[in-house]
């Protein structure tokens, strides 16, 4: 199965700064990287697929980047509602697998 | 708006069987692939089963291979999972969800059911 390794696991911030999670795969996944936010008792939402397209509905503070085994999603500009758990998720191979996600907290 | 229901979650001792339904709607069920995707509490996202949809198709993670059966029936826009010889590591929240462009990317998610493994 292909690993993916998520840092930092948790990222402490405030309001404004810009903010940036990495996922790592352990072999090249080419493009095929999606990213998910996911709040306290609610299920995850699709962000960003295809390492950089933005999903429809999503603010354009949130962008991808990255291909073969190193990714990266941004936040430009952190905003109180972004407060969450992230999760980066290859879907290269039938064995899908996520990332161990990053918490966002409050600084 | 795209709406899936899962349903069948609860407590079932250890070596015992349980079926998780997902009632979907505001799409064309029977284009699109499905999975099931679960959380144990306070844990990450772990990947469970999907299934073409035709169902002709189907997926497992090595963690349930063997234990569980990933079903649909495109008539009745319901998906399933038929989960028997429970162990406590497969407590979790239970996710049903849709696939998007790719058959293996996840643009809609329900709102999760739990199951409990505990005598």
């Known amino acids: 199965d292909i690993q993916m390794t998520q840092s930092p696991s948790t990222l402490s911030a405030s309001v404004g700064d810009r903010v940036t999670i990495t996922c790592r795969a352990s072999q090249s996944i080419s493009s095929w990287l999606a990213w998910y936010q996911q709040k306290p008792g609610k299920a995850p939402k699709l962000l960003i697929y295809k390492a950089s397209s933005l999903e429809s509905g999503v603010p354009s503070r949130f962008s991808g980047s990255g291909s073969g085994t190193e990714f990266t999603l941004t936040i430009s500009s952190l905003q109180p509602d972004d407060f969450a758990t992230y999760y980066c998720?290859?879907?290269?191979?039938?064995?899908?697998?996520f990332g161990g996600g990053t918490k966002v907290e409050i600084k | 708006e795209v709406q899936l229901v899962e349903s069948g979650g609860g407590l079932v001792q250890p070596g015992g069987s349980l079926r998780l339904s997902c009632s979907a709607s505001?799409?064309?069920?029977?284009?699109?692939?499905m999975h099931w995707v679960r959380q144990a509490p306070g844990k990450g996202l772990e990947y469970v089963s999907a299934?073409?949809?035709?169902?002709?198709?189907?997926y497992y993670a090595d963690s349930v291979k063997g234990r569980f059966t990933i079903s649909r029936d495109n008539s009745k826009n319901t998906l399933y999972l038929q989960m028997s010889s429970l162990r406590a590591e497969d407590t979790a929240v239970y996710y049903c969800?849709?696939?998007?462009?790719?058959?293996?990317?996840?643009?809609?998610w329900g709102q999760g059911t739990l199951v409990t493994v505990s005598s």
């Open positions: 299934i073409s949809s035709n169902g002709g198709s189907t």
């Open positions: 505001g799409f064309t069920f029977s284009s699109y692939a």
């Open positions: 969800v849709k696939a998007g462009s790719s058959w293996s990317l996840f643009d809609y």
């Open positions: 998720q290859q879907y290269n191979s039938y064995s899908l697998t």
